[in-house]
C-alpha cells in the first residue's frame, strides 16, 4: 500500500512541491530576442521543450526561468556545431586518411568554391555549344605531367583499380605476383577487388620471390591483364625478387597482354629533387606498363579521385565501361584537380604552393625552431594541465607512401601534471584525459600518446595563431578536469 502512495502522490502535492515547471509560453516569452533571432522561434521552443522534458524526468530542483532558456540556447549551440569541421592534425602523419589526407592549396579551394555556386561547362564545349566529356578539364594536363596518352578520373583509386580490372579483364584472369596480393587497409584486399570486378585471379611466384618466367608460364589464351601493385603499406626485405619491369612488360607486349601497374600514392615529380626519399614517378611508371592507377589525394596532394593514365585504346575501352559512370566524380573533383595539376607546370614554386610538399620538405631545423618559439604561449594556455617541452620525432608520409621512410621532425611534448581534485590516475590516464580534452576544443587539436606524454608534431602546423586561439578555450584546470 504505502508503495502505490509513492508512485502516486496526490494532485494537490504536486500543484504545490517543488517539481513545478514554468509553461514554455512564458520562457519563451520572456526569452532574449536575439537568441530568437539566432536561432527562430520554432527551434527556440523546441529547445525550450525538450529542457523541460528532461527536468520533468529528472524530479528534483526546479531551475529558475534564465537557467533554463540558458539550457535551452546551450542544446542549440550544440546542435549547431557541424559534424564534418577542421582540425589540428599533429599526429606526425602528413597524409592522414583519418584526417582528410591532402590539404588544398587556397587556390584549388577558390576554384571548388567559384563551380559550386554557380553553373559551369563541367560537360560542355564552350568552343561548339556542343556535349563536352567532364575529363576534358583535365586529361590534357594529366597526359602532359605523366607522359600518357590519354586519361580518366573516377571517384578514388580503388574505383579505378576496380574499373580497369573490370574493363579489360571481366571473366578473365589476372596475373599478380604472389608478393604483391595488398591489403590497403579498409577492406581493401587485391584478390577481394578482382573477384568483385569479375577477374579470376592467378596468383604466381611466392611471397618474396618472383620471376620473369613466373609471369611467361602463367600467361595463356584465358589472361586478360597483367597487374603490378606497389607494396604500399609494408616492405619484403632480405632473400626477394622480383621480375625485371622493363623485361616484364617486354614479355606482355610480345604476349598481347596489357600490363597494369597499381602505384597507390604515385608521384608526379621526383621527390629526391626536393630531398625526400626517392618514389618511382608515373611518369617512369608509365614507360614500363601500358595503364597506371593512382590516388588524387596522397602524394599528388589533390583532392580524393582515382586516376587511371595510358595507352589511348585501353582509356578507351575503361571510358566507355558502364561503371566509369558509376564512379564519375562531381565538378568540385575536376576543379580542385585543375588548379593542383596546373602548380605543377611551376615545378620551381611546387614546394611552397603545395601544401603536401610543403609540409614535407619542412626540415627538423626549421620545425625545431617554431616549436622553441611556440613552447612558451603553448605552456601558458595549458597551465596547470601539462608542462610543455620540445623534443626530436618522427613524421611519415602516410596513405602507403614510402612506408618505411621517416622524416625528422619536432614536437611539442606535453606532460600532464597530477593534478589536485583529480581522482588518482596513472599517466597513461591523465594522457588519455588530456588527449580527450584537446579533441572537445573550438578547433580540435589530434596528437598521438607516446611514453606517458600527448606529442604534437608541428611538422603539420602552419596556423600557430589558430592553434593559441584553440588552446585558449582550455578551462582552467579544476573546473572542467
Ligand atoms: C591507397 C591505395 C589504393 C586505394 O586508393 P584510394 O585512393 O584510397 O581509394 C589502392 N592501391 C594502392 C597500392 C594504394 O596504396
Known amino acids: 500500500m504505502s508503495s502505490s502512495i509513492q508512485k502516486n502522490p496526490s494532485p ?6 517543488p517539481r513545478r515547471l514554468p509553461s514554455v509560453e512564458r520562457l519563451v ?3 532574449d530576442g536575439d537568441d530568437l533571432a539566432v536561432y527562430g522561434r520554432t527551434a527556440f521552443t523546441d529547445a525550450i521543450r525538450t529542457v523541460l522534458a528532461g527536468l520533468r524526468a529528472a ?112 571473366r578473365k584472369e589476372v596475373v599478380v605476383s604472389r608478393g ?74 610480345e604476349r598481347g ?7 597507390g600514392s604515385g608521384s608526379l615529380v621526383d621527390l629526391a629533387a626536393y630531398g625526400l626519399p626517392p618514389e618511382p614517378t608515373i611518369r617512369a611508371a608509365l614507360e614500363r606498363a601500358d595503364v597506371v592507377t593512382f590516388s588524387g589525394d596522397k602524394l599528388l596532394g589533390a583532392v580524393q579521385c582515382g586516376i587511371v593514365a595510358g595507352r589511348t585504346d585501353l582509356i ?27 602548380l605543377y607546370l611551376h615545378p620551381e614554386r611546387l614546394a611552397e604552393e603545395l601544401p603536401t610538399l610543403r609540409l614535407l620538405t619542412r626540415d627538423r631545423a626549421a620545425i625545431a625552431a617554431r616549436a622553441r618559439c611556440l613552447a612558451p604561449a603553448v605552456a601558458e594556455r595549458l597551465s596547470g594541465w601539462a608542462t610543455v617541452s620540445v623534443a626530436e620525432c618522427i613524421s611519415q608520409i602516410g596513405s602507403g607512401a614510402l612506408p618505411v621512410e621517416t622524416l625528422p621532425s619536432a ?37 598521438r600518446i607516446s611514453d606517458d606524454a600527448v606529442v604534437l608534431d608541428l611538422r603539420t602546423l602552419e596556423d600557430e595563431a589558430g592553434l593559441l586561439d584553440s588552446l585558449a578555450a582550455l578551462p582552467p584546470r579544476g573546473q572542467g578536469g
Open 12 to 17: 494537490g502535492a504536486l500543484a504545490q512541491g
Open 29 to 31: 516569452a520572456g526569452a
Open 59 to 170: 524530479g528534483g530542483r526546479v531551475p529558475d526561468d534564465a537557467e533554463i532558456r540558458a539550457a535551452a540556447v546551450g542544446r542549440l549551440v550544440a546542435e549547431r556545431r557541424r559534424s564534418l569541421r577542421p582540425v589540428f592534425n599533429l599526429t606526425g602523419t602528413v597524409l592522414h586518411t583519418n584526417l582528410g589526407r591532402a590539404l588544398l592549396p587556397r587556390s584549388a579551394a577558390e576554384a571548388v568554391a567559384a563551380v559550386m555556386v554557380q553553373a559551369s561547362n563541367l560537360e560542355y564545349d564552350l568552343a561548339t555549344g556542343a556535349r563536352g566529356e567532364r575529363d576534358d578539364h583535365v586529361e590534357a594536363l594529366i597526359c602532359r605531367l605523366t607522359g600518357a596518352e590519354a586519361a580518366v578520373v573516377v571517384n578514388n583509386n580503388a574505383a579505378a583499380v576496380l574499373l580497369v580490372l573490370n574493363a579489360l579483364a571481366m
Open 180 to 253: 604483391e596480393l595488398v591489403e590497403i587497409g579498409g577492406s581493401f584486399r587485391i584478390p577481394d577487388v578482382m573477384v568483385r570486378a569479375g577477374c579470376r585471379l592467378r596468383e604466381v611466384g611466392t611471397t618474396n620471390r618472383t620471376h620473369l618466367r613466373d609471369f611467361a608460364d602463367a600467361i595463356g589464351p584465358r589472361t586478360g591483364l597483367v597487374m603490378k601493385v606497389h607494396p604500399s603499406n609494408y616492405a619484403i626485405a632480405g632473400f626477394t625478387a622480383a621480375a625485371d619491369p622493363a623485361a616484364l612488360h617486354a614479355l606482355c607486349r
Open 257 to 263: 597482354v596489357p600490363l597494369a601497374d597499381d602505384l
Open 316 to 342: 578507351a575501352r575503361i571510358r566507355r565501361n558502364p561503371l566509369k559512370r558509376a564512379l564519375r566524380v562531381d565538378k568540385m573533383t575536376y576543379a580542385a584537380l585543375e588548379a593542383v595539376l596546373r
Open 411 to 447: 614536437a611539442l611534448v606535453l606532460t600532464p601534471d597530477p593534478a589536485g581534485g583529480e581522482p588518482r590516475r596513472g599517466a597513461g590516464g591523465r594522457c588519455k584525459r588530456l588527449a580527450e580534452r584537446l579533441r572537445t576544443l573550438p578547433v580540435p587539436v589530434i596528437g
